[in-house]
């Protein structure tokens, strides 16, 4: 029997997440995705009744599904209360919720953002967005310039083998030996994380992609006033905001970039993802 499934909320991602598996034949409802234009928008009672919930990415903030497209608010602790311990949940960025859930409610949530396959397939739109956005921002050409990657993660290496192959003079920063090692063999100037006190002065651009607060005042005072800083790191970021503010640095920041500039190519990677989840599990869609 087909699987019935529900996109409730989410931004752009879930909107085309919702098009993409009506297109591979399933029976999908949508909620809390009128203002980007979801498909088959449907109450939030009969949502509920699916088999299969997909969740956003992240699924909460501040204690409720995060629905950006949409006046409604829903209290998540409320939303847990109305499902049946037989329907399968599926978000993004679950953290300590799904084990919560278990135990609270008898649910079972899986994340589709937690898997190799998701993360990479993001990567790649993420990186071509702060490219996009630093074009935007800067003075200058990529070509030329003098780009400093915080962070050898998915997202650091595609981005600084993107904007070597621009023309830029890459350097990049990490914490491990052996990121650095990786980064020397691919050609790129290198700094330890610890280290970067004293060697900012000569970066036209900075991407940040450490999830956590690097730039504080003390760097953000070393860096040239046409610095410009991108902040890709999830919440809370890797840059102290109210330090760049009074301190005139220029800092763009760009958590969920693909989201914002590829939401169509980021949904195909969490359909994939929930396909490849329901395959293990013996559910086929």
């Known amino acids: 029997m087909k699987k019935s499934i529900a996109v409730l909320g989410g931004d752009r991602r879930q909107v085309w997440l919702a098009r993409l598996l009506l297109d591979d034949g399933c029976d999908v409802v949508t909620w809390g995705l009128e203002q980007g234009d979801a498909p088959n928008a449907a109450p939030l009672d ?3 009744a699916a088999r299969l919930l997909i969740l956003p990415l992240p699924v909460c903030r501040d204690g409720k599904l995060v629905l950006p497209l949409t006046d409604s608010q829903l209290d998540a602790e409320q939303l847990w209360s109305r499902l049946r311990y037989d329907q399968l949940l599926l978000g993004g960025m679950t953290g300590e919720l799904s084990p919560r859930l278990m135990s609270d409610f008898g649910l079972t949530l ?4 937690d898997r190799e396959e998701a993360q990479v397939a993001n990567a790649v739109p993420t990186a071509e967005g702060a490219i996009g956005l630093a074009m935007e921002a800067a003075d200058q050409t990529i070509h030329g310039s003098q780009c400093l990657v915080t962070g050898c993660g998915r997202v650091g290496r595609l981005l600084a083998q993107r904007l070597q192959a621009l023309g830029a003079q890459v350097t990049v920063s990490a914490r491990r030996y052996g990121d650095l090692a990786w980064a020397a063999v691919w050609g ?3 700094l330890r994380t610890d280290q970067l006190s004293g060697n900012l002065e000569k970066f036209d651009m ?6 956590a607060l690097l730039f504080d005042a003390g760097l953000l005072c070393q860096l040239r006033k046409d610095c410009f800083l991108l902040d890709l790191a999830s919440a809370p970021g890797g840059v102290d905001l109210d330090a760049a503010r009074e ?3 220029r800092v763009g920041t760009a958590p969920g970039l693909p989201g914002r500039t590829a939401p169509r ?9 929930i396909y490849h989840i329901l395959e293990e599990r ?3 869609i």
């Open 46 to 48: 009969q949502a509920l």
């Open 110 to 113: 899986l994340d589709y953002y």
């Open 188 to 190: 790129y100037a290198r």
């Open 206 to 211: 900075i991407f940040n992609t450490v999830p």
């Open 247 to 249: 301190l005139h640095c």
């Open 265 to 273: 190519t980021a949904a195909a990677a969490i359909r994939d993802s």
């Open 282 to 284: 013996g559910e086929p």
